[in-house]
């Protein structure tokens, strides 16, 4: 069978094109992902975020049956929205449905930033303000102050897997402060994974992206190496 050393049940929103190839890319052998769809997302407005938490409750019954031995919420906004306690009665009522640790991608941006002593921070989104004012929110309710926040400014959530890599390596170079220790770039559709390592090489300091950092926590829980040498310093952490 697929996935003896793990597998990662993956809940993203219906039209992330992003998040599915990149956890597909950085599984290591004997890792599987299965993949349910959450409806809705695509205009990223309150009450479609809001509505995602019951769809993923339904994906979540889908993708309990392939036994996973961790679950990924992937939607940076759709966890942080609504603040920390949003965040973790999610990851309550999807543990309670599929019996696996649940993993969100807003819990996991605050797990590698607290756990690596990172207290203020450059963010770089695709958000709308309201959106952004929400995340400014949520990382200040876990004690870690925004440096400079920069964004694409996009509200079709689809669009933002079009924004090219070389654009968000751009984006942080033009952002990123000298008092901000790390950089994090939001949004599981963004395809920051591609430049995290170029970037920490150029600015000398750790970036880290949505999927990255989710992929993180997931293979924490899973306890697994997955030897991933050129995805940025967090994920190479794992082989320490």
Request: aromatic share 8%; glycine share 8%.
């Amino acid at each position: 069978m697929y996935g003896w050393r793990g597998r990662i049940g993956l809940l993203v929103p219906s039209i992330n094109t992003t998040m599915e190839p990149e956890f597909w890319r950085l599984a290591p052998r004997g890792v599987s992902v299965h993949t349910a769809r959450i409806a809705g997302g695509r205009h990223g407005t309150p009450e479609e975020l809001r509505g995602m938490e019951a769809e993923a409750r339904l994906s979540a019954k889908r993708v309990a049956s392939t036994e996973p031995s961790v679950v990924v919420y992937g939607c940076t906004s759709g966890s942080f929205f609504e603040g920390p306690a949003w965040n973790r009665m999610i990851c309550e009522e999807l543990t309670k449905i599929t019996g696996a640790p649940t993993v969100t991608t807003a819990g996991a941006m605050v797990d590698c930033l607290m756990r690596h002593g990172h207290k203020k921070v450059t963010v770089v989104t695709p958000y709308v303000d309201l959106t952004n004012q929400r995340l400014k929110s949520f990382l200040a309710e876990h004690g870690i102050e925004v440096a400079e926040l920069a964004t694409f400014d996009m509200l079709d959530m689809f669009d933002h897997a079009k924004v090219l890599p070389e654009e968000i390596y751009r984006k942080v170079k033009e952002t990123v402060t000298p008092d901000a220790s790390a950089v994090f770039v939001a949004c599981t559709q963004l395809r920051a994974l591609e430049v995290v390592d170029i970037l920490e090489r150029d600015l000398g300091k750790p970036v880290y992206s949505a999927v990255q950092a989710t992929a993180w926590r997931a293979f924490e829980e899973l306890r697994v190496d997955p030897a991933i040498t050129d995805c940025g310093s967090l994920l190479r952490s794992l082989s320490k």
